[in-house]
């Protein structure tokens, strides 16, 4: 059974820096690529981050690019996203997702993605 677990959520001040965690469990084939998204309060799900399977390749949603970073431990099966100077708009609940085997590179299309992870809430407070 494939698990998708976030770890890293929780209330942060504008301005501040989160990191999340992601780890797979369960696939059945290796360095799955890996991508976040984000839901805020009354709104659709959206696009944050994804990464590709080697590690080398990742996209950004315009609105956490140049302030975040991701990447991957593929002997952990886990990735990370990093966020600096976050602002309350950066409120939502964050949800890790992987392709499933054979994909290479990262997507923005939520139907892309395989499985998914229960999320984690990241609220910041101005």
């Known amino acids: 059974q494939v698990q998708l677990v976030e770890f890293g959520g929780g209330l942060v001040q504008a301005g501040d820096s989160l990191r999340l965690s992601c780890t797979a469990s369960g696939l059945t084939f290796r360095n799955p690529v890996m991508g976040w998204f984000r839901q805020a309060p009354g709104k659709e799900r959206e696009f944050v981050a994804a990464?590709?399977?080697?590690?080398?390749?990742?996209i950004f949603a315009d609105s956490v690019k140049g302030r975040s970073t991701i990447s991957r431990d593929n002997a952990r099966n886990t990735a990370y996203l990093q966020m600096s100077s976050l602002e309350p708009e950066d409120t939502a609940v964050y949800y890790c997702?992987?392709?499933?085997?054979?994909?290479?590179?990262?997507?923005?299309?939520?139907?892309?993605?395989?499985?998914w992870g229960q999320g984690t809430r990241v609220t910041v407070s101005s």
């Open positions: 990464i590709s399977a080697s590690g080398f390749g990742y």
């Open positions: 997702a992987t392709r499933s085997a054979g994909a290479i590179y990262g997507s923005r299309t939520e139907s892309d993605y395989a499985y």
